[in-house]
């Protein structure tokens, strides 16, 4: 959004929404609110190169490095991604991953999009590319990572206020386009706290920046966070615009920094290394995102699954609902499992139009079947109630025409949602992988050569640069993650087969259109059979079929298809038992593995809350990773979790915020359990 200092707002224009956009010579959009174009119509993609590549010395500063980071401040119509991923594109010594963060208040729609970019017929070929990955549906606040050229482009886009964003994200930045609307259009944007935040946020080994205007505020606000100013001739007619550089520090101190209570060092990840091979344990969806992640980026995966299959264990179920997780406040786990939810969904629609996945993203309905469900819905139609896109609210007669046959409630509708069969993701995520089934990891050791790995029979295997622990209950088995025990739960889950002739008979011929979601759920037929459940038995770790269980299921399912459920038995039925792992806080446990006892000889003292106490950066089992404890949510946070973990092994820019990067830090039980002195140091 290099616009002009120079555009007036129409006098005697009505107060518009800052979203609102309305169009200026043919494809250029135009805020009314700021009172300002998006970019040039003349000249606007020769201004981005001069401004944000030139003043950046782009390609050069990109060249022969493997990572490469561009931030943004405002993206706008996307006109500096599509003219930073076409210069790299075209450069021969180019990085080998171009990786471009941006924040975005008011993000535009896919059809906007697409009609903005009309303007440059020779961004043709990556504009194209950029649309058929824009959601068609309304992007929520927070953070949205998207994959291109095969993974090597990646695009991570802060959804909201871009202090309050830029503030809250960790990016080793290599490079910033200070982009947005003026100063004298946006002065909100142009404060202090930005400039900041940039530094904050950049490569602690030096980063540059580049912004279209010289005006004072931009000059005192980066010399105020660090950078070193330059002025340089502005673009066109503009008399100057300003280059930066913010240096890396002098005389660095070769002992361990001091950190204090404020600045949780407990979480630090660990410092970036070579990468280049990594073993996972566990042929579940978890262990399989993993995989995935890791082969796009380039690292030799070898994937160990205990049973003679893949999806063995819960990943194995037939059907499992792809339904976001939406809530009405701005919690945690809401904000998380929203995030995985369309990060989730993004993928595995691409690989179902690919073909080698099978899904039906036929919608979901979620049932008020409770007082309180009803007021948990009521608050979430609050806040997205004009978001159809995303949730629909239904009263009982919707309900049930959506549904296909009669139901005792209403409810919201998600029409992105859907089923999915899981063994299909996980088969394709572990394509082209080096997969060993029957194979029980019961020991990771370190070698000179790197982390090795023992099984059940003694063989041993590598040696890899690192391991992620993806399995389930088998994590408390091993040494560096022993520590879960008490962390990590069982629950056992069993859910109902009924055959689609029989649902046809006691339905009247009455066909089920959607996914149902109450207490329990049911499934539109796949091949034959309908699938409805589940079960939720805590620290049961058997996994035989029980009758019992399917008379739970039937009953479940009686409390809103009464008709149907009255006429089924447990013999008329078939199932799958398997077990989930769940957390105390129900968040998935994903990062590096704390070493605990060095963990507790290095903050055994935090409850204390010593003034002017001094702490060494987290201590962890060097190459070692954990990725469980999704529960039922692993269709939508395992593929996410995956994105994290190669980002952090691989040293790219992360998928989430600071604040949600804590909250699902294994250490994160540590750390709780030191305060409220309910582990002895």
Not at 453 to 471: N, Q, R, W, Y
Not at 537 to 542: G, H, V
Request: proline share 7%; hydrophobic share 40%; aromatic share 8%.
């Amino acid at each position: 959004m290099t616009a002009t200092d120079v555009t007036k707002a129409p006098e005697g224009d009505e107060p518009s929404s800052a979203g609102e956009i309305s169009w200026r010579d043919g494809n250029v959009p135009y805020s009314p609110h700021f009172g300002d174009i998006y970019f040039s119509p003349k000249d606007g993609l020769a201004e981005t190169r001069y401004v944000f590549l030139e003043g950046n010395n782009l390609p050069s500063a990109w060249q022969n490095r493997e990572n490469f980071a561009i931030g943004e401040t405002g993206f706008g119509t996307g006109l500096n991604f599509l003219a930073a991923w076409q210069s790299w594109a075209n450069d021969p010594k180019r990085a080998a991953r171009l990786h471009f963060v941006s924040v975005e208040k008011y993000p535009l729609s896919r059809d906007d999009m697409i009609r903005a970019h009309q303007s440059w017929p020779e961004l043709a070929q990556y504009s194209r590319q950029l649309a058929d990955i824009w959601p068609h549906e309304t992007m929520l606040p927070g953070i949205h990572r998207f994959g291109l050229a095969d993974g090597a482009v990646s695009l991570t886009l802060l959804i909201g206020d871009a202090i309050e964003c830029w503030s809250g994200y960790d990016g080793k930045i290599d490079c910033w386009f200070l982009d947005g609307f003026a100063p004298s259009r946006n002065p909100d944007m142009w404060k202090p706290e930005l400039f900041s935040a940039l530094a904050n946020a950049s490569n602690p080994d030096g980063a540059s920046l580049a912004t279209f205007t010289a005006a004072r505020i931009a000059r005192d606000g980066l010399e105020g966070a660090g950078f070193e100013i330059h002025k340089r001739k502005g673009f066109g007619y503009k008399r100057d615009m300003i280059t930066a550089t913010l240096p890396a520090p002098e005389n660095v101190e070769e002992t361990p920094t001091a950190f204090e209570i404020a600045d949780a060092p407990w979480f630090n990840l660990p410092a970036p290394r070579c990468i280049k091979s990594v073993a996972i344990i566990g042929g579940g969806l978890a262990g399989a995102a993993c995989a995935d992640a890791l082969k796009t980026r380039g690292c030799a995966v070898t994937l160990f699954e205990k049973s003679d299959q893949l999806a063995n264990a819960a990943s194995g179920n037939p059907i499992g609902m792809l339904e976001p997780y939406l809530t009405a406040d701005n919690a945690i786990m809401g904000r998380f499992y929203e995030a995985g939810y369309r990060f989730s969904h993004r993928k595995i629609k691409r690989l179902a139009d690919q073909g080698p996945v099978e899904a039906d993203f036929c919608g979901v309905i979620d049932l008020a079947t409770s007082a309180r469900k009803r007021e948990r819905q009521d608050g979430l139609i609050a806040r997205l109630g004009d978001r159809p896109d995303l949730v629909e609210p239904l009263d009982v007669d919707q309900a049930s025409v959506r549904f296909g046959l009669p139901l005792p409630h209403g409810g919201v509708f998600y029409p992105s949602a859907g089923w999915v069969n899981p063994p299909s993701v996980v088969r394709s995520l572990a394509d082209s992988v080096d997969v060993r089934v029957s194979t029980t990891i019961t020991n990771i050791s370190t070698t000179d050569q790197g982390k090795c790995l023992t099984d059940e029979s003694g063989a041993k295997h590598g040696p890899f640069d690192a391991v992620i622990v993806a399995g389930a209950l088998e994590t408390r088995q091993l040494d560096q993650t022993r520590w879960l025990e008490g962390h990590l739960n069982p629950v056992r889950g069993q859910i109902s087969f009924v055959p689609e002739e029989t649902m046809t008979k006691l339905s009247g011929g009455r066909a089920i259109k959607c996914v149902l979601s109450h207490k329990g759920y049911i499934t539109p037929a796949r091949n034959g059979m309908h699938v409805f459940g589940a079960t939720f038995s805590r620290d049961d770790t058997e996994t035989d079929l029980r009758n019992d269980d399917h008379a739970f299921n039937i009953t479940q399912l009686g409390k809103v298809l009464p008709d149907i459920a009255s006429k089924l038995s447990p013999d008329m039925l078939d199932g799958r038992a398997s077990l989930r792992t769940t957390t105390a806080d129900h968040l998935p446990l994903i990062g590096p593995a704390p070493d605990f006892d060095a963990y507790l000889a290095s903050y055994g003292d935090i409850d204390k809350g010593k003034k002017g106490a001094r702490y060494v950066d987290a201590p962890y089992h060097k190459g070692v990773y954990i990725c469980t404890g999704f529960g039922a949510r692993g269709l939508i946070g395992a593929p996410l979790a995956a994105e994290i973990l190669a980002s952090e092994i691989c040293d790219m820019p992360l998928p989430l915020e600071k604040e949600l990067m804590h909250a699902i830090h294994p250490a994160r039980f540590i750390i709780r359990g030191l305060k409220r002195r309910q582990i002895p140091a």
